[in-house]
């Protein structure tokens, strides 16, 4: 017999929670992906693998904040850990995979598509490997049409997600993005979810008896909703990270290369500034006005 399936049994609360984790692991990874871009003198290793931990930590976190309101009516739901586990490592790895293909190559076609279709993949697989993690008196059954679109959305919004890690750099703009990012992960989620049937073993039951799947669940994400605390922790005690860095830096005069053009202009008060072809003006030293009046009066 067919069960009958609820996913908003909070109401409101669980997608609302789902969609603040999604946002949050979105605006981490953003911040530490564009960190590495943007300045060459940080260990661009260590901030990509950050953003690409923080990035599937928020999806695998959203995905099992939402699952907290599945209810099947007639049977009671557990996780096997391994599998519930296993689904945040691959969540991890392919962001990862994808987010430096980015990071090292740029936003060209070929890195966006590559990089965009391994991250989206990789965010569907976990869905789906999180959701066989499931334990219950029943089995499982999907629609592929509504499977094929929920993949599709996943590696559409990977692709804008990568886009907009190096590309997007003050703060308001990589908020904008990482609000977009929520929603299409959350639209991911659900549309997978939409395609979920559940075919029970046994006749009609009772769901009594088990524990809540918020009881199952929390004590799961304690790890990964604390490590995106510490994140968010080293995103607020690092200004580049919070506003990005300038569009141009002074130079001294050792920092201009033999050979390089520069342009004179000046600024609003009037005092000369040398710019190198990158843009990045250094003060011009001032001459003496007393050696000029005595110039003038020989």
Known sequence: MQGTVDGFSYGLVTP?????????????????????VRNRRS???GWL???ATAIGSGIWTMHFVAMMGFTVAEAPISYDGT????????????????IFIVGYRGATPMALVTGGTITGLGVATMHYLGMAGMRLDGQLEYDTLTVALSVVIA??????????????HGFAASLGASLVMGIAVSGMHYTGMAAVSVHLHTAAGSAGGGDEPATLLAPMLVGPVVFLLL???????????????????????????????????RTANGQPTVWAADRSPRREPQRSRQGSRDRWSR
Request: glycine share 10%; with cysteine; charged share 10%.
């Open 155 to 168: 590696v559409v919004a990977a692709t804008s997600a990568l886009w907009a890690a190096v590309s997007v």
């Open 16 to 36: 609302v929670a789902a969609y603040l984790m999604a946002c949050l692991g979105g605006a981490l990874g953003l911040r530490c992906t564009t960190r590495s």
């Open 83 to 98: 599998t519930t586990f296993a689904s945040l490592a691959v969540a991890i790895v392919m962001v990862g995979i994808g």
């Open 231 to 265: 994140a968010g922790v080293v995103v607020m005690f690092d200004p580049l990270l919070v506003m990005g860095e300038p569009d141009w830096r002074p130079l001294d005069a050792a920092a201009m290369r033999p050979g390089v053009p520069a342009q004179r202009t």
């Open 43 to 45: 260990f661009k290793p």
């Open 49 to 51: 693998a950050l953003g």
